[in-house]
Every structure is written in C-alpha cells, then in structure tokens.
C-alpha cells in the first residue's frame, strides 16, 4: 500500500513573536518545516501535502521545487479541519500519515515503527509518549485490557484524565480505505470549538475499529516549537545528537555543546576537534584529522592526520595528508591539495590542485592555478586570474619558487624550477630552470630631504 504524507502547517504560531511563519523558523539553518519533509522523503511516499494557512506564500516560496502538494486551509479550525482540506488532492486508497511542520526532530526509524505497527490490521495507529510534563498535551485513554479507546484534549479532560502521563505526540497513521469516513464524522463540540485529528480514535473505536499506539520513548522526537524557548531548545538537542554521532565514531569533541553537525560526517580514528567548529554537508575526516577552534568545513574531504589550525573556512574542497592548513584559511570550491602542503594565513585558494610538498604561507591569493610539487610561493603572492570579463589559469610546475609581493598575470606558465624575484609582476610565460623577474631598478638620492613642516 503506497503511503500519503500529510504535514500540517498552517498555523501562526503567535508565541514566535515574529512576522516569519513558525514553520521555516530555522533549526540547524534549515526550516524546521524542510526538516520535516526531508525525514518524510526517507519513507519514500507517494505525496506529500503541507497544509499551509499564515503566511502561506512565505512558506511556499522556501520549500520551492520539492515536489510538494500545497493545500490552503484559509480559516485555522483544528487539526481535522486541516487534514480534510487535502481530501481533493489525496490519491484514495493510500495510507495517511499526519506530521506536523514544527515537530522536526522526529526520527524516520520512529515513523517506520508507526506505520509497521499501523498495517499490522489497524485502522488508526498513534505515536504517543510519557511526558515528564504532560500538561497542554491530548491524553491517552486506554481501557482495562489496554487498548487505546479515545484521545482527550487538556482543556476537555476531566481531573482523573489529566493524571494520566501518556501523551498524545499529536503524529498519526489512519488506513486510507478508512479516513474519509472518520473524518467525516468529526464536529467541534469540544471547549475549543475546534474539529480536533484526534476523534478520530473515538469513532474508530465506536465502529469497532482496530486501534492502537507506539509508545516513542525519547521525548525529544516528538517536542513541538512554540516559542523562541522551545526553538532554541530544539536547536541544542540536535546540536547534542550530532555531536554523539561523531563521538559514538570515536571523535574527540572538546566541548559536545559547541559544535554544529548539519549534516553527515564520516570520520576516521583519533579525530579531534577544537571547539565551536561548524560541518555542513558531507565531511570526511581521515585518521588522526585535529580541527582548531572555530573551523567552518562544507562538503570537504580532509586526508590522514592533516592538521586544520584555528578560524579557517573550507568548502567543497579535497585536502590531501599531512596537511597543514591555517590559521585563518580561505579554501574555495574545487580546490584539491596534495599530501604535505601547507596553507598558510590570509591564504585564499580558489579552484586550484596545490602539488605534494608545496607551500603558500602567506597572504596570498591563488586561484584558477594548477600548481605542482615543492612549490615555494612567498608571502603576498597574487595570480591575477580575472580580466574583467574571463577567469584564466596560471600554471605553475614543479621545484618553483616566488618570490615575495608578486603579481602572476594569467594566462601565464612557470616553468619548472623557475625562481621569480620579489615583487615582479609576471605577465609571460618564464623559460625553465632560470631566474626571472620584473622590477624597477633600485636608486639611491643623495642629498635628498624629507619634507618636514613650518614651525
Ligand atoms: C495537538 C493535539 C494534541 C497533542 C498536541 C501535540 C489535536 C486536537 N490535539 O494539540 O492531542 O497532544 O497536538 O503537540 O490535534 N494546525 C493546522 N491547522 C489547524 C490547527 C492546527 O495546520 O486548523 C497545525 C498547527 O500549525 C500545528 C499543529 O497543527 O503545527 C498542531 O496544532 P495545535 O493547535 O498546536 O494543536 P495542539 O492544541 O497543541
Ligand atoms: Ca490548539
């Protein structure tokens, strides 16, 4: 049976106090709302339809180009109202699963469970959970055999009903043979006026109809954001769970509260990395790999006991072994270094192959350049790669060496074992194995006066 995701999303969430919609608040710099339909990709269903409302043009633009089914609900009147909504874009005969765009740290092995539990001959399957807290939450009733008999909202719950802990997630599976019945069936003749998801379970069971419940036992999957609070709280528990991750690898993390995992990182023995370091995207760090305080790594691969020294930035780059890089490193997309180089401080590369051996220590900007083995590029070295109009490389061979505050005026070649003068601007191509440089000739004035100023 194919599967129908339904996100609810079109609430204001008025204790955000923001003018953004609470669903792309972001956790992990990602809406909370993306979060929640990337887990859902995970089971691979068949559609998923975000039920929008507040703002709902704001929430469409940043989910764009998803595949998404968008559906209005105009007027906020409760979690069934929002769920009958999707009824003209729903493929009948699906199973449905309801989610919600500000519950986003739920697990796809957690939904999985729900759903096996679900097709196992019930018609409707909720995700509950002991609260530590239970107060706000629908609770769960379940009869003198166990079984789920009714959900109940705090503010219709009797004084007995309001001890009981079991707590509705609000997250549901109903059978799609079933759900249009029972959700014809709700009314809102309740203390909120409101055709609340949750009698669903009621009229399930009148009809006598199979219902039952997964228990989540890790009260973080199911914490929904309200509040800047809960936002902030939310944010740490994934901060936590990442730095676990890599941990659980075998990862030396200074201080597990100060670092931020967006992504997948997939990482060698005696790994360690300095505080407030920030990985995104797809990081692989090889044995013996130490990252210095505040590191920004995206989409890079960082080679065997490579040493990434404080405050350096590298993205989508391919860094060899032995490295040694930074301080205060700007590596750029399409970079690839090869084993023992160094990149110094107030170093920029762009696009570049950096040879075995080679060295840029300081100051410099290197871009669109292929550069060889033991290359010794001197401090405040520039490729001039940029016309105006067109990017063009510099290429410089093996054993070269330049000199300090030289400009590299691209098309250019250095030829092999070619030393360059300091402070030469180089704009053909040098011959092999000679020295080469541009300068004006030093003079000296005799009898030349500084200029000084009237008394
Ligand atoms: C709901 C559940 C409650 C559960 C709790 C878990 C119902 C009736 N109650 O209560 O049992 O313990 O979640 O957090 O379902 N939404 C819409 N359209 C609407 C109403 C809500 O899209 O008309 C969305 C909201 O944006 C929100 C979600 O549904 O993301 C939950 O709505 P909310 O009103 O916060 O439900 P609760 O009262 O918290
Ligand atoms: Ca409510």
């Known amino acids: 049976m194919s599967l129908s995701i339904i996100i609810l999303a079109a609430g204001k969430g008025s204790r955000m106090k923001s003018n953004k919609p609470k669903v792309i608040h ?3 710099g990602k809406p909370m ?44 009147l409760g979690t069934g109202h929002a769920v009958v909504q ?11 699963l309801v989610l919600y765009g500000d519950v986003p740290l739920i697990k796809e092995t957690t939904l999985s469970a729900l759903i096996a539990k679900g097709r196992q001959n019930n018609v409707v399957c909720l995700l509950s959970f002991d609260a530590i807290d239970p107060t706000g939450y629908g ?38 043979t079933e759900y249009r019945e029972l959700l014809a069936e709700l009314d809102a003749d309740n203390a909120q006026q409101e055709y609340y998801l949750t009698d669903v379970v009621k009229h399930a069971v009148a009809r006598n109809h199979n219902v039952d419940a997964v228990i989540c036992t890790d009260e973080s999957e199911v914490l929904g954001v309200n509040n800047q609070q809960q936002l902030a709280e939310v944010e740490s528990i994934y901060r936590l769970s990442g730095a676990n991750q890599l941990m659980t690898q075998g990862v030396k993390i200074v201080d597990p509260q100060r670092i931020d995992i967006r992504g997948t990182v997939k990482a060698g023995h005696d790994v360690i990395i300095d505080i407030n370091c920030l990985l995104e995207g797809t990081v692989e760090l090889g044995d013996g790999v130490e990252i210095g305080a505040n590191c920004v790594l995206k989409d890079c691969k960082i080679g065997k006991n490579t040493k990434i020294q404080p405050m350096c930035i590298i993205d989508q780059s391919d860094i060899g072994e032995n490295n040694d890089i930074g301080p205060f490193a700007r590596i750029r997309p399409e970079t690839k270094t090869h084993n023992k180089a160094k990149i110094g401080n107030f170093v920029e590369i762009k696009k570049s192959t950096i040879g075995e051996g080679s060295k840029v220590n300081h100051l410099s900007y290197i871009g669109d350049t292929e550069m060889g083995a033991s290359v010794n590029i001197g401090a405040g070295t520039i490729t001039c790669n940029y016309d105006g109009a067109y990017k063009h490389k510099t290429i410089i061979e093996d054993d070269v060496f330049i000199g300090s505050d030289t400009q590299l005026v691209a098309p250019v070649l250095i030829s092999k074992s070619t030393t360059i003068g300091a402070g030469s601007t180089i704009t053909k191509d040098t011959p092999e194995g ?10 000296s004035i005799t009898g030349w006066a500084r200029p000084r100023k009237n008394k």
């Open 139 to 176: 609770r769960i009733v379940r009869d003198n055999e166990g079984l789920v008999t009714a959900i109940v909202e705090e503010k219709d719950a009797s004084e007995d009903i309001r001890q009981i802990k079991e707590s509705n997630s609000g997250i549901l599976y109903i059978k799609g």
């Open 26 to 28: 972001q956790v992990a």
């Open 86 to 96: 999707c009824h003209d874009e729903l493929n009948t005969g699906n199973d449905i």
């Open 33 to 76: 709302l993306q979060h929640v339909v990337d887990t859902s990709k995970l089971l691979n269903p068949e559609q998923i339809i975000v039920v929008i409302g507040h703002e709902s043009e704001q929430v469409k633009e940043s989910m764009q180009g998803q595949g998404l089914i968008f559906v209005e609900q105009t007027e906020q």
């Open 434 to 443: 000679q020295l080469s440089f541009s300068r004006a000739k030093q003079i």
